[in-house]
């Protein structure tokens, strides 16, 4: 038997993007661009001068309320209800056993309103949690903003210039790294934040459809071209940011996903002899996840996020490993290839 049909859910922007040469692939339940006909142009692009991201089937709540800090707190950790207006930060929500459910961006867009921006396979499980989080007497909403927004990332060393430049000219100065702020594009309200998972400086920005179809056609017709997920992933995973899918979904702690010190969560240190590990993989091309490592002969833990690195010319790779493996220079085997373990980021850049 069977189990029951999964939703394939599309883009609201899917004929633009279509139109501008995307091919499609499926990940956690959305058809999104894979790339726009060059993978190899877009993340070059990215690294050396700025291309758009379609970020639009990442999850997207609003909580809002007097009470709306009480109701993130629940969920959330990393004293996310001290979150000043204007600031935004990554953190997780944990399962009753301590591991990951969700990485989330928490911004504070106003005195008691917040973007929760989450994991695309985990929209359903942290709604339900957000919304368990309220009791009858809270002053609190959460609304999913999922499938009525959009949300676009603009990312690359010239990111601010073109932000400057065709979006909004005082924008770049007023918004520091994990800084989020409104303003008005071309006569529509827009939320945009200082934010990038590629290494490079950048901005995210959550408008209506129709705002989103104005916003690529102008930048594009400025020379800024459209980037998709080959290209968001080989620089996701230089920079060693994991994905809950396929990075964590096999059940990882912040301690053991190395995310207790890069999102400043609290940690009693506690682990389970595993760590999320950075591998520079010799002899192979990239491999699916859960293909499985091993120390001479024996079982030394299993493979998650693999691309082949134009900066490094390598393939890279990002796995669960034995602790006792982990530190840099240890070799293990993924079938016929080694793997060697380094230190993390594969790359250095300007931000992230």
Not at 64 to 92: H, I, M, P
Not at 136 to 143: K, L, N, R, T, W
Not at 193 to 215: C, I, K, N, W, Y
Not at 251 to 274: I, Y
Request: hydrophobic share 45%.
């Amino acid at each position: 038997m069977t189990g029951p049909v999964q939703p394939v859910y599309h883009l609201a922007l899917r004929e633009l993007l279509t139109a501008a040469g995307a091919r499609f692939t499926a990940r956690s339940g959305w058809s999104i661009p894979a790339n726009f006909g060059d993978a190899m142009a877009e993340y070059t692009a990215i690294r050396e001068r700025a291309a758009l991201l379609e970020r639009s089937w990442r999850s997207r709540f609003m909580v809002t309320g007097t009470d709306a800090s009480v109701v993130l707190a629940r969920v959330f950790e990393g004293y996310v209800d001290e979150l000043e207006e204007g600031r935004a930060k990554r953190t997780v929500s944990l399962d009753e056993a301590g591991l990951i459910e969700d990485v989330v961006l928490i911004a504070r867009t106003g005195g008691i309103a917040y973007l929760v921006s989450g994991e695309p396979g985990q929209r359903e499980s942290t709604l339900k949690r957000l919304r368990e989080a309220i009791e009858e007497s809270f002053d609190a909403e959460v609304s999913d903003r999922t499938m009525t927004t959009c949300l676009l990332g603009v990312t690359g060393p010239q990111a601010a210039d073109i932000v400057r430049t065709h979006m909004a000219d005082a924008l770049p100065r007023a918004l520091r790294p994990m800084q989020c702020v409104t303003f008005e594009f071309h006569g529509f309200r827009t939320l945009a934040m200082r934010t990038s998972e590629t290494g490079e400086d950048g901005f995210e920005f959550m408008l209506a459809p129709a705002v989103e179809q104005h916003a690529i056609e102008t930048l594009r017709s400025a020379g800024v071209g459209l980037a998709g997920l080959d290209a968001q992933e080989t620089t996701r995973v230089e920079m060693c940011i994991p994905a809950f899918n396929p990075d964590l979904e096999t059940g990882v702690t912040p301690a053991e996903a190395e995310l207790d010190a890069l999102f400043g969560l609290p940690s009693d240190g506690a682990g389970r002899g595993q760590l999320l590990a950075a591998l520079l993989i010799e002899g192979s091309a990239p491999t699916a996840p859960g293909a499985a490592l091993t120390r001479s002969g024996e079982p030394a833990g299993q493979l998650r996020s693999c691309v082949h690195s134009p900066a490094l010319n390598a393939t890279i790779a990002l796995g669960i490993i034995n602790a006792a493996f982990a530190s840099p220079g240890e070799q293990l085997e993924l079938g016929a290839a080694r793997a060697t373990v380094i230190a993390k980021p594969f790359l250095r850049r300007r931000t992230v």
